[in-house]
């Protein structure tokens, strides 16, 4: 079970939940810690009276005192001590995610962008059950905004599994637009007496997609908000560590017994899925230096057409033509391009083996000798 420690944070941080004030916990955090911060900060409302039906039934909403600020520029002070906090506390080349509704969400981007951040996306929830306007006097509420940003505007090496996104997505970009319920049934966590244990507890949905798209297993998650330990729960389950900072004790004992009971995915299926964009790059005359191809073996498209020989420095060469395993599959179809390592074939005793083959074996062999 996660661990309750107070705000005093020793050197065993992870996968607990740290209880106390968000800043001042996040203080005492090492530097450069953190791999991706997931933040759903109070929305700052402003309610001013109970919200009813039109039955005149109460409305379950936002009322609570965390969410409550003197002022506009009170929560904007909050704002920028939180980010702050979480900026030193994450690594160069990590990322912040943050949620919010209208009332704060451009508040918070603005105070983002002043403190250094670089946003990457816009991301909007799009909610396929969202609460009725009981009033009539406005748009339906039907979706949050998150914003993902980066530490700095230049950094280059942050993470995000593209082709494992596209390979769940039928093959598709995923969109800025995400369509999931909030949370309902059985996932939504209740108190003793039946009622919402937090009121804006998050779909597990929706922070599967986040971590599975901007992290990697064993990456530190960090929820300065942890509220009932979604990020948590979901964290666990995908095979990466989490810290969470909460001060509401109701809400920490509501998540601990939540992500004691959560079953992690087997090891083999957390990893992402990585496309060739990832792969390191092997040059074809890499091939020649390390011995998998010979020099002078002839190599031939796959219904030997066409040849051409292989030199010593990795060059091709067919009659007149000579250049690269692309330049010079192009030449000899009298085609723009062409993409020599599916193209040229190597003979073996009992098939014509494409050279991408080799290539294959080369990175396995880097990989090693890099393990």
């Not at 005192?65 to 702050?84: C, E, H």
Request: proline share 6%; glycine share 8%; with cysteine.
């Amino acid at each position: 079970m996660p661990r309750l420690k107070e705000a005093s944070v020793r050197r065993d941080w992870l996968d607990t939940i740290i209880r106390g004030d968000c800043i001042t916990a996040l203080e005492q955090l090492p530097a450069a810690s953190v791999d991706v911060v997931f933040a759903d900060p109070p929305y700052n409302l402003q309610l001013e009276g109970p919200l009813t039906r039109p039955d005149q039934s109460a409305v379950d909403a936002v009322d609570d005192d965390w969410d409550k600020f003197a002022s506009f520029a009170a929560y904007d002070a909050f704002t920028r001590a939180w980010l702050l906090a979480c900026r030193r506390v994450l690594k160069p080349n990590g990322t912040l995610w943050v949620i919010g509704s209208y009332h704060n969400i451009f508040r918070v981007g603005a105070v983002l962008q002043d403190l250094g951040f670089w946003i990457l996306n816009d991301v909007v929830w799009r909610k396929t059950n969202p609460m009725p306007n009981f009033r009539g006097r406005r748009f339906q509420n039907a979706h949050e905004t998150m914003i993902w940003a980066s530490r700095d505007p230049d950094a280059k090496g942050y993470t995000f599994n593209y082709d494992a996104l596209k390979a769940g997505n039928d093959d598709l970009q995923v969109r800025s637009d995400w369509l999931f319920p909030i949370c309902t049934g059985g996932e939504r966590l209740k108190d003793g007496e039946g009622r919402k244990a937090h009121p804006t507890q998050k779909p597990e949905a929706l922070l599967h997609r986040i971590l599975t798209a901007s992290s990697r297993p064993g990456d530190v998650i960090l929820d300065p908000f942890f509220g009932t330990g979604t990020t948590g729960a979901v964290a666990r389950r995908l095979g990466r560590h989490f810290v969470g900072i909460e001060r509401e004790p109701a809400y920490i004992a509501a998540a601990e017994a939540r992500i004691e009971a959560v079953v992690a995915a087997p090891d083999s299926t957390v990893a992402p899925t990585s496309g060739k964009r990832n792969e390191p790059r092997v040059p074809f005359g890499s091939l020649v230096e390390s011995g998998l191809i010979t020099p002078g073996v002839i190599l031939t498209d796959s219904r030997a057409r066409h040849e051409a020989e292989v030199r010593a420095d990795g060059s091709l060469r067919a009659g007149d033509h000579v250049g690269s395993i692309h330049r010079v599959g192009a030449l000899v179809q009298g085609l723009p391009a062409c993409n020599g390592w599916t193209f040229w074939h190597v003979p073996t005793e009992d098939r014509l083996l494409p050279i991408d083959e080799l290539r294959r074996v080369a990175r396995n062999e880097m990989a090693a000798a890099g393990a």
